[in-house]
């Protein structure tokens, strides 16, 4: 059972704190200077995450938007245009990156409430290079996709997608922030999710719990460049086992996603039964809240749930999103549900 005054924390899975276990992994770290790729504990969870992956090498980095942005920029030449779903990380939350760091010009595709882009959509927005336009250096696909409540895209609908615009010679980078959420959502390796798209990157720092770091992945030429960018972005760590350590631990965690989404499917059911209040069940650990219903903007839901301790992030004017982790169980989820219950009977009265 939660203690009866603790803050429920489910505004992302990027909240969790390391493990016993993994606080001693990074204490027990063999480590060297990974600029100089005298690593061992970085060498091998990069082994271990193109592994994981499917990919023939990967590259350890800082953050998820690092990885998406050293993507865009072994990619793309100035200039050229970025293809994205309008919804995407890449393009509404890494402070236009690709414009400032890659001078990419981003287009966009509408891909709909499932954020599946059709192939005709990509077709569509696909540009070719003549004297007048700067011609499709990069298409990026996204899965789970975060801002529709993190939606699992079954693979078959990625590879479409990314045929059209690789038979275009256009090479597609699939955002995996979340990706082996897809991958237990969908019953299938993440291998496969990743094997028609040319990169991929994935977060360590989220819901597998990870303190830091995410990776690049692709093959050894990619990755090879993928180096040199992220020293250029500032990224080139030294002694980086010491946060590498936790990361393969990290990696152990992929099975046990599962447990966070049965408790976001439990969290959207409890908040559903509530007046005014819509919570469609969630594909993985992302549950969106809608209280247009019961006339109570996000920005006042996240204040007052803050109040009545549960954490929660405000999605649009009257959406509010919800994230499971593992620092939450069952319980926690009742507790919050709980809570969230009066903040609304409160507020919508
Ligand atoms: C979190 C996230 C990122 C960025 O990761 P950071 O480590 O926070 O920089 C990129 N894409 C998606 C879809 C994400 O959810």
């Known amino acids: 059972m939660p203690e009866a005054d603790a803050f429920i924390d489910l505004r992302s899975d990027t909240v969790t704190t390391p493990s016993a276990a993994m606080r001693e992994a990074a204490r027990d770290a063999e480590v060297g200077d990974d600029v100089y790729r005298d690593d061992p504990t970085v060498n091998e ?35 050229q245009e970025l293809l994205l779903e309008r919804e995407s990380h890449v393009y509404r939350w890494e402070l236009a990156g690709a414009a400032k760091l890659s001078g990419a010009q981003t287009r966009t595709i509408d891909a709909g409430e499932r954020c599946v882009p059709t192939p005709e959509a990509v077709r569509e927005g696909l540009v070719e290079a003549d004297l007048h336009r700067p011609g499709t ?5 996204e899965n789970t996709h975060n801002y529709r409540g993190g939606a699992a895209i079954p693979a078959d609908r990625i590879a479409a997608a990314a045929e059209v615009a690789r038979d275009a010679d256009v090479p597609v980078h699939l955002d995996g922030a979340r990706v082996f959420n897809a991958a237990v959502a969908l019953g299938v390796d993440a291998s496969d999710i990743v094997e028609p798209v040319d990169t991929v990157s994935f977060c360590l720092s989220k819901g597998l719990g990870a303190p830091v770091g995410s990776i690049v992945a692709g093959d050894e030429v990619f990755v090879e460049e993928a180096r040199r960018v992220r020293k250029l972005f500032g990224g080139g760590m030294r002694q980086a086992g010491m946060i590498a350590a936790p990361g393969l631990l990290a990696l152990e965690n992929v099975d046990r996603l599962a447990d966070d989404h049965a408790n976001a499917e439990r969290l959207a059911a409890g908040l559903d039964a509530l007046d005014g209040v819509r919570a469609p069940e969630p594909d993985t650990n992302i549950a969106v809240v809608d209280t247009e219903g019961a006339g109570i903007p996000a920005s006042d839901l996240v204040a007052a749930c803050e109040d009545a301790g549960v954490g929660c992030v405000e999605f649009d004017a009257h959406t509010t999103r919800f994230t499971t982790h593992l620092d939450v169980d069952g319980d926690d989820i009742d507790a919050a549900v709980e809570r969230v219950g009066d903040v609304v009977a409160t507020l919508g009265a």
Do not use: C, F, K, W
């Open 45 to 79: 969870l990069e082994r271990r995450a193109a592994d994981a992956v499917g990919t023939e090498a990967a590259l350890y980095v800082p953050s998820g938007t690092m990885a998406n942005q050293i993507a865009v920029h072994v990619h793309t030449e100035p200039g």
């Open 137 to 141: 250096g990069l298409l990026a696909l």
